[in-house]
């Protein structure tokens, strides 16, 4: 194991280039360390007198062991119900009683804690927060209620056709790579959790040099960091680095999966090839190209499947980008009668601007709603904290909020028509299907070779 310094870091201000002239702009950072090796970010904003806090740790679902699926999750949420020092009541007691509130959330790639707290709370909060990923005890008797609500939720889920056809096709496209299960598992892998099993995850996976806190409010730079020395000092665990997921340019294509669930009277429909990963060049002009497809409320999708042909009330297509790889998809629903036109139509909308790209007044139209969009998310310190650990742990650089309406200004219509050819389904898509099997199947004819399995293996 590397030495870790012993001595703590007094901040280091990044600066920042003047902005220009209506330009977004985040507040300046300072830098530090703590001396068990947590890198800390702390940004003065006012001027209300509140502080948000985000602590992110690199061990997300893609880090869980191959046959505990979902343990990532699990552990992460069990960090509030119990420490050394303190039971989960006095946990929920203390962190109400300043008026301070804590999340937790999870994805493939990392774990993250969030905390928003009045400014003259931020030090007992700061404390609060290192307890938690320091010394977890995760009581058995928690851990017990959690999986039986787990175990309850998948038993639920089965009643929600929506959610069952996400995760097959999560499973369907992703197959054994880190990112095809769940995050939160499934029901046969979390029955097996034990308290040990957690213990075992916290100490090998979550630790100070696979995390970034940070630190956005009304507090001084040199309070986070003497606040975040006092509350981390001591945390020990973890890799040295981050888990290193193999490539995940490739997802399955080419497939139709119908999974079968008799009491429907509609049909779900997920439809996905190879997208990109987080960062990548193509992000610019494949947001704007997608914005004009299937992105936004006039988009052609929209219009074609919903508004001109009464197919669906919703239909939307998204980039899902992680950090080892990404997925373009497709998700919508209809009529079970309907669902061999609803593909037909989809897919002939995504072939058009495939071949074509959008039209000059598409581009021009996408890029004014998302540059316009893209303000909110700088409005109050959680979603400026939350930018901010994005911006490191994926590398996008510092100047992202600043140039990120000057880049999405500058793409070019050429720039979607290349694009499109590389991410709408060049190939041919895989198709997952929920529904009555009995009924889907026969309208399936000349699509390709289609596996029929029941909606039961999906809890």
């Keep these: 194991m590397a030495t870790r310094a012993t001595s703590k870091k007094k901040a280091v201000v990044t600066k920042k280039a003047a902005p220009t002239t209506g330009a977004l702009t985040l507040p300046t950072l300072h830098e530090s360390t703590t001396s068990s090796g947590l890198k800390v970010l702390a940004a003065e904003r006012g001027?209300?007198?509140?502080?948000?806090?985000?602590?992110?740790?690199?061990?997300?679902?893609?880090?869980?062991?191959?046959?505990?699926?979902?343990?990532?999750?699990?552990?992460?949420?069990l960090l509030r119900r119990g420490t050394a020092k303190m039971s989960a009541d006095e946990i929920d007691e203390t962190i109400e009683f300043v008026g301070a509130s804590f999340s937790v959330g999870s994805s493939e790639d990392v774990l993250s804690l969030f905390v928003t707290t009045p400014a003259e709370h931020f030090p007992a909060m700061m404390s609060m927060l290192g307890q938690l990923v320091r010394e977890p005890s995760f009581p058995e008797r928690e851990v017990e209620l959690a999986r039986e609500r787990a175990l309850a939720g998948?038993?639920?889920?089965?009643?929600?056709?929506?959610?069952?056809?996400?995760?097959?096709?999560?499973?369907?496209?992703?197959?054994?790579?880190?990112?095809?299960?769940?995050?939160?598992?499934?029901?046969?892998?979390?029955r097996t959790f034990t308290r040990d099993d957690l213990v075992r995850f916290h100490r090998e996976r979550v630790g100070?040099?696979?995390?970034?806190?940070?630190?956005?409010?009304?507090?001084?730079?040199?309070?986070?960091?003497?606040?975040?020395?006092?509350?981390?000092?001591?945390?020990?665990?973890?890799?040295?680095?981050?888990?290193?997921?193999?490539?995940?340019?490739?997802?399955?294509t080419g497939r139709i999966l119908l999974v079968d669930k008799p009491d429907q009277t509609q049909t779900q429909v997920r439809?996905?090839?190879?997208?990109?990963?987080?960062?990548?060049?193509?992000?610019?002009?494949?947001?704007?190209?997608?914005?004009?497809?299937?992105?936004?409320?006039?988009?052609?999708?929209?219009?074609?499947?919903?508004?001109?042909?009464?197919?669906?009330?919703?239909?939307h297509s998204y980039f899902d980008m992680m950090n080892a790889g990404g997925v373009f998809g497709i998700s919508t629903f209809t009529q079970t009668d309907r669902t061999r036109e609803m593909l037909d139509v989809t897919l002939g909308e995504v072939a058009k601007v495939r071949?074509?790209?959008?039209?000059?007044?598409?581009?021009?139209?996408?890029?004014?709603?998302?540059?316009?969009?893209?303000?909110?998310?700088?409005?109050?310190?959680?979603?400026?904290?939350?930018?901010?650990?994005?911006?490191?742990?994926?590398?996008?650089?510092?100047?992202?909020?600043?140039?990120?309406?000057?880049?999405?200004?500058?793409v070019k219509q050429k720039q979607t028509v290349e694009v499109a050819t590389k991410y709408l389904f060049a190939q041919p898509p895989l198709i997952v299907l929920l529904g009555r099997a009995s009924e889907v199947k026969k309208q399936l004819k000349g699509l390709g070779t289609v596996k029929v399995v029941p909606a039961s293996d999906y809890e």
Excluded: C
């Design 154 to 190: 998948f038993s639920n889920d089965l009643d929600d056709p929506a959610v069952i056809a996400d995760r097959a096709f999560t499973r369907a496209l992703w197959g054994k790579h880190p990112y095809g299960h769940d995050i939160g598992g499934s029901a046969a892998h979390v």
């Design 271 to 315: 439809i996905g090839g190879p997208g990109f990963r987080v960062g990548h060049p193509d992000y610019f002009p494949s947001t704007t190209m997608n914005n004009a497809l299937g992105g936004g409320f006039t988009s052609r999708l929209v219009n074609e499947v919903r508004v001109e042909r009464g197919l669906t009330y919703g239909i």
């Design 47 to 77: 001027p209300l007198p509140l502080v948000a806090a985000r602590l992110v740790i690199r061990a997300g679902s893609a880090t869980d062991p191959a046959d505990k699926h979902g343990l990532a999750d699990f552990t992460a949420r």
């Design 208 to 252: 100070p040099r696979v995390s970034l806190l940070t630190v956005v409010g009304a507090v001084s730079p040199q309070q986070v960091v003497d606040e975040a020395e006092k509350a981390f000092a001591g945390w020990e665990g973890g890799p040295e680095a981050p888990v290193q997921l193999p490539s995940a340019d490739k997802v399955t």
């Design 355 to 410: 071949q074509e790209g959008i039209t000059a007044a598409e581009l021009k139209k996408a890029q004014r709603y998302l540059a316009g969009l893209y303000p909110l998310r700088t409005e109050t310190n959680e979603s400026v904290a939350a930018v901010i650990s994005d911006i490191r742990v994926h590398g996008l650089g510092d100047d992202w909020v600043e140039k990120f309406r000057e880049r999405l200004m500058a």
